[in-house]
């Protein structure tokens, strides 16, 4: 199927029954703020686009031996005109059949994203992959491909898992212009980052520390690392997730949070 933006006043709605359009030809600039908008309706309409950037999950795509299956985004998302985006692939391997990663797989994969960041006001694609170790060199060749099949001033993001960004670091060198540590969901190592970053410490990776992928839900991590990313005394992007869809009131509850960014 196919998706593009229809223009209703200043609103944009995304449907994937419509014929893609193509990108600007000039890659717009992002706001340090951006909203998380994931599968699920959204209307995002009085949002102020000065102030926020929305990342849209636009693809969701499932390695299954073999396979990739496409789930393209079906839910409607609701946005100020002009207002600059950011398409999301989400890929899943489903453990419950052994994945092959094989060259066709990468083919999919690649003009999946590559078809996602050709939508008006994309100021970069990202991919949000859980790599398992022995999944990186797989995702290190699909991040090569779509840089390279993307114009030079595509940016690209990455979702990157807390351990990556402190205790592994595997993403030096690639060839990605972002990597958000998402800094929720953190599971048994919980205490352990917290404790990394109560005593001082900061991302291994500079591209992460120029990111922050934070949860609306999590004041407890929100409390640690909003500060800590206002004294690196340099521009921080901070994406916000929320569990369930954005209302007024949780952008206010937004602007609440500890020196606010």
């Not at 209703?8 to 992002?30: C, G, H, M």
């Not at 209307?43 to 299954?64: G, P, Q």
């Not at 500060?227 to 609440?256: C, D, E, H, N």
Request: charged content about 25%; some cysteine.
């Amino acid at each position: 199927m196919r998706y593009a933006p229809i223009a209703l006043a200043i609103v944009f709605v995304w449907r994937p029954a419509f014929a893609l359009e193509a990108s600007p030809n000039s890659t717009p600039k992002i706001a340090n703020k951006v909203l998380w908008a994931w599968r699920r309706p959204e209307n995002l309409t009085s949002i102020d686009k000065r102030e926020f950037a929305v990342a849209y999950l636009a693809c969701h795509a499932f390695v299954v031996g073999a396979k990739v299956n496409v789930q393209w985004r079906d839910q409607p998302l609701r946005i100020p005109a002009g207002t600059v985006v950011i398409p999301t692939v989400r890929i899943d391997v489903l453990r419950n059949k052994k994945p092959v990663l094989a060259e066709d797989q990468l083919n999919t994969l690649a003009h999946v994203i590559s078809r996602a960041a050709k939508v008006p006001q994309a100021g970069m694609v990202q991919i949000d992959f859980d790599a398992l170790q022995s999944e990186r060199p797989f995702y290190r060749q699909l991040i090569k491909r779509i840089r390279n099949d993307l114009p030079p001033d595509m940016p690209i993001s990455i979702t990157a898992l807390a351990s990556w960004c402190l205790f592994d670091n595997w993403m030096k060198d690639l060839p990605v212009e972002e990597t958000v540590p998402m800094m929720f969901s953190l599971g048994k190592d919980r205490e352990k980052i917290l404790r990394y970053f109560r005593a001082g410490k900061d991302f291994l990776d500079e591209r992460s520390r120029r990111t922050l992928g934070l949860s609306l839900d999590d004041t407890e991590i929100n409390d640690v690392m909003i500060p800590l990313a206002r004294a690196r005394k340099m521009p921080v992007r901070i994406y916000i997730f929320t569990r369930t869809a954005w209302t007024g009131k949780k952008i206010q509850q937004l602007r609440s949070l500890p020196h606010y960014l």
